[in-house]
């Protein structure tokens, strides 16, 4: 496990947490698994990384599903010791015939810059996009079954389950993102440099079979590429940029809850086909100094 974790790089990935992918009967996050997948698969004679990868993947998203799905009570009468959550019961047989919407939280993360990079720079740093949203999901103490992760090529959606409090995966999102991101950048060259843009919605989100669909992801999709959001990363001297849903800033930054400074979001407007949309722009106080 130790070798694996120093293959791996300093500060990646602990060597307790590998082995508690290997033992533990919880199934492990998709971004160690891809990570450990790529290592022993490049160690493997014969074997393709990129293959073993994907088969894996496939593997993985069946026992995801599996682990959404509501336990049967062992014994005739028995309770179950806890009912399952409102994205557990989403992604049962009933949301995948009927795409029944689903209150949710969305975290979406795209890597700036994304096409400039070759292959394996691309990987690379997808790879430390998706570590740093395990992180923030482990330091929110949001349970693997709570969330639901898209790959979209250049960054990932988040999709989480809406009884996860929003104070605190907010605080923790402000807390944890700039502080990781300074460790792996630290440790990356400069040509693999990772300066995400994170968006954090809210709204009904609908599952099927060959997706994520709903008004709330098309709004929350915009603003990830809206031009106000590009502009405030490429103007910032930190290594990210945050952008808040206007429904999110009303119900939990307005409220000044402790480790959520209201006056470090300001107003932005994004122009849709729809006409203009309102939302939140975070700009830590130490920007300005």
């Not at 290997?22 to 290592?39: A, C, D, I, N, S």
């Not at 720079?121 to 570590?131: A, F, T, V």
């Not at 407007?269 to 975070?282: E, F, I």
Request: hydrophobic fraction near 45%.
């Amino acid at each position: 496990m130790r070798e694996l974790a120093r293959a791996l790089g300093p500060g990646v990935v602990s060597s307790s947490r590998i082995h508690d992918a290997f033992t533990k009967p919880r199934l492990p996050t998709w971004g160690l698994v891809e990570m450990l997948v790529t290592e022993l698969g490049s160690r493997t004679p014969g074997a393709d990384a990129a293959v073993e990868v994907k088969r894996f993947h496939a593997l993985w998203d069946v026992a995801a599903e599996a682990d959404s799905l509501p336990q049967a009570a062992d014994e005739p009468g028995q309770v179950q010791e806890a009912a399952p959550s409102m994205l557990q019961a989403a992604t049962g047989t009933d949301a995948f015939a009927f795409g029944r919407p689903v209150p949710s939280t969305l975290l979406l993360a795209d890597i700036a810059r994304f096409n400039g990079h070759d292959d394996v720079e691309q990987g690379y740093m997808r790879r430390m996009l998706s570590n740093l949203l395990d992180r923030v999901a482990e330091a929110a103490g949001i349970d693997p079954a709570a969330r639901r992760r898209m790959d979209q090529g250049d960054g990932f959606l988040e999709l989480i389950d809406a009884a996860v409090p929003m104070t605190n995966l907010l605080r923790t999102v402000l807390g944890v993102v700039p502080t990781e991101l300074r460790t792996l950048n630290r440790l990356a060259s400069d040509s693999v440099q990772l300066r995400p843009r994170l968006v954090l919605a809210t709204g009904n989100v609908s599952m099927d079979g060959h997706g994520w669909t709903g008004a709330a992801l098309n709004d929350a999709c915009r603003l990830l590429d809206a031009d106000a959001v590009r502009a405030a990363l490429h103007d910032r001297t930190d290594n990210y940029v945050l952008c808040v849903s206007d429904a999110v800033y009303w119900t939990t930054v307005s409220q000044n809850h402790p480790g959520i400074s209201t006056v470090e979001f300001h107003e932005i407007g994004v122009q849709t086909k729809n006409g203009s949309m309102r939302a939140w722009l975070h700009q830590p106080l130490s920007a300005h100094t």
